[in-house]
């Protein structure tokens, strides 16, 4: 007999839901697992950064907020970090600092974005903290000096000068403010910085001075008054227990080395970049730094030990690569910075051996070295000097360089390139971009006979004039350079002539109007490029046609001694053009001349009464011009010349 049963609810639904599967599964007999019904799942894509942090810039006590955007599978995780240290609960796009203090000026914030496919570290950004310190801000200045010679042109221009005129610098109106006492031997050229903040301090025009004994300052541009100046800041670039390097046997660079090349600044990234040189007991070291402009703090995990090899056979090889040996070696050309890598170029000491050819390049953020180039891997010798003016550079990124005596392999290969790789004793032009190498050069057609006499090209560095136009309307890229052999060589950038055995391939050659060998640099303002060579007077060659005048147009009534002088010159645009050379001797003097006619000394501070505006000499120094004042580095001090109260 048939007794019905009683379902609850729950089983009632169960029993449609059921009934509606099967029914599903049966239709058209087909399975409910093919593809079309159940899509295989997408891979997951990692995190990129689509918007980097920027720099910020806040008052003291006020927070600061980074943000990043980010692409890629979610979800996404973000977490922020300061100075690479994890900041807990800093889990967003978008991160906000509590109140700023002056310990957190030259912080760097970046941001590490996870998901399940991967992770990805922002570029850091860095915090600027500026003071509300009273006192009135210092008068503006229109130019920042932040690299050798003014520009990677090094064209020895500062075009921005208001307030010297040749009207006022004269020795009733100008000369001697006073100095700024340093620890040691100021071989490096002097950098300028307009408005910096300084924490706790105010805004400031500030110097910057490095010195063979190794340390970092920053002075207060305008503080100068007699032997009182004030000190920003100062730092060691020593480890501890090491000392500044002794000379090597070597009287170049004597007693000390410590910090020989020029630095490079890049207010982008708040840094000043320097290489110093340092010994413990038997061991040497170089190493690159990046400091804080406002506080002096080593940036981006500084300092970096210095260390190369490069595939050769050449001096100091061993297993088939060139080392690089600290103790053979200083930094003595400056700093060149493109973009966002940092070059170094390396001096022997004296022409003591074993000794090569080598330019180093490191990245900007990190101080990781990027590249390593040898010049002379498979011979000997060819260390790059230029009395310490710095590698130029063109807009193009080429880099170019004079390189002292060295192995130089006559036979050439196909494309006219030494075949063994060996340079020395070449105007080089190299590649900036990695892997580094010889693009082009120039060789003497004596370029061996120069080398083995000690007569070579590399006592002088380069300048790259603007672009010029010949005769035929053509534009012309032209760089000039000259040596130990008073040959001025004008060459065109864009083919520099090689070499070859019966005569100089060369774009122009002057013969017989420098005096002496050039251990300087010649400089360029409104179409006319400066000579100051060994026992010669400044000198003037205008430019037309895209050839220099094969006499001078003009000169000055004074002579330079060894080692000569670098010029440098200010301006107002093209007009109040004056050319300043620091002569060495027993003492040194400061000159000026009007751009226009270097017979007419404006001023040298040996003209006042009573040795007002004395000051003692030191080799190779250029001197810096920069908001209306002279700036000279001396063995003890930088001396700051102005317009007297």
Wanted: charged share 10%; glycine share 10%; net charge negative.
């Amino acid at each position: 007999m048939f007794v019905p049963r009683t379902f609850s609810f729950s089983q009632y639904i169960f029993a449609i839901v059921a009934i509606i599967i099967v029914g599903a599964a049966g239709c058209g007999g087909g399975s409910t697992s093919s593809a079309s019904n159940n899509p295989a799942p997408t891979a997951a894509t990692a995190p990129s950064i689509t918007t980097q942090p920027a720099n910020q810039a806040v008052t003291l006590g006020q927070p600061a907020t980074f943000t990043v955007a980010a692409t890629g599978t979610a979800p996404m995780q973000y977490q922020w970090r300061k100075n690479t240290a994890s900041i807990s609960g800093a889990n967003a796009a978008t991160y906000t600092t509590p109140a700023t203090t002056a310990a957190d000026n030259g912080a760097m914030f970046d941001v590490v974005v996870t998901n399940p496919a991967g992770a990805v570290t922002s570029s850091p950004a860095a915090l600027t903290v500026n003071s509300t310190a009273p006192g009135p801000p210092p008068p503006a200045s229109a130019v920042d000096v932040i690299t050798y010679h003014y520009d990677n042109m090094r064209s020895g221009q500062n075009p921005k000068e208001t307030i010297l005129t040749p009207a006022n610098v004269t020795s009733p109106k100008f000369g001697l403010l006073g100095s700024f006492a340093v620890d040691g031997k100021v071989d490096a050229q002097p950098l300028y910085l307009s408005g910096v903040a300084i924490p706790n301090q105010g805004t400031k025009n500030v110097l910057y001075v490095v010195t063979e004994h190794d340390t970092v300052y920053a002075f207060d541009a305008d503080s100068v008054n007699g032997n009182s100046s004030t000190k920003l800041w100062s730092s060691s670039m020593l480890a501890t227990g090491e000392t500044p390097s002794d000379d090597r046997g070597c009287g170049q660079v004597t007693p000390e080395i410590g910090i020989t090349a020029t630095p490079v600044i890049d207010r982008t990234r708040n840094a000043i970049y320097v290489v110093a040189m340092s010994k413990s007991g038997s061991s040497y070291f170089h190493r690159i730094h990046a400091l804080d402009l406002t506080t002096g703090a080593e940036l981006f995990g500084g300092p970096k030990v210095i260390s190369a090899t490069f595939p050769g056979s050449g001096a100091n090889s061993s297993n088939g690569q060139v080392v690089f040996d600290a103790k053979q070696y200083k930094e003595r050309p400056g700093l060149l910075q493109i973009g966002g890598t940092i070059y170094t170029t390396w001096s022997s000491h004296c022409d003591i051996a074993p000794y090569t050819s080598w330019v180093m390049s490191y990245n900007a953020d990190t101080l990781a070295q990027v590249n390593v180039l040898n010049l002379v891997p498979n011979g000997d010798d060819g260390a790059i000097w230029m009395s310490g003016a710095a590698p130029a550079a063109d807009s193009a990124g080429n880099i170019y360089f004079i390189i002292g005596n060295g192995s130089f392999d006559t036979t050439l290969a196909a494309n006219g390139l030494p075949a063994n790789g060996n340079c020395g004793n070449c105007f080089a032009k190299i590649s900036s971009t990695a892997p580094m190498q010889l693009l082009d050069y120039f060789a003497t057609n004596n370029t061996v006979s120069q080398s083995s006499s000690d007569t070579d090209f590399g006592s002088g560095g380069p300048l790259l004039l603007p672009d010029v136009t010949d005769g035929s309307g053509a534009t012309r890229h032209l760089t000039v350079g000259s040596g130990k052999d008073t040959a001025i060589f004008v060459l065109d950038r864009d083919n520099m002539g090689k070499f070859t055995s019966g005569s100089n391939s060369v774009y122009q050659e002057i013969d017989g109007q420098l005096a002496g060998g050039v251990f300087a640099k010649p400089s360029y303002f409104n179409g006319t490029v400066y000579y100051g060579a060994v026992g010669d007077s400044i000198k003037a060659f205008p430019i037309s046609a895209a050839k220099l005048a094969t006499t001078p147009s003009s000169h000055s009534s004074q002579t330079f001694p060894y080692p000569g002088a670098t010029p440098s010159i200010s301006a107002n645009g093209t007009t109040a053009g004056i050319v300043w050379a620091v002569e060495n001797g027993s003492g040194g003097v400061l000159h000026a001349y009007d751009a226009t006619n270097l017979g007419t000394e404006l001023y040298n501070s040996n003209q006042a009464a009573g040795g007002r505006d004395n000051f003692a000499d030191n080799k190779y120094i250029t001197p810096v011009v920069g908001n209306g004042k002279v700036y000279v580095g001396t063995p003890n001090s930088v001396a700051a010349f102005g317009l007297l109260p």
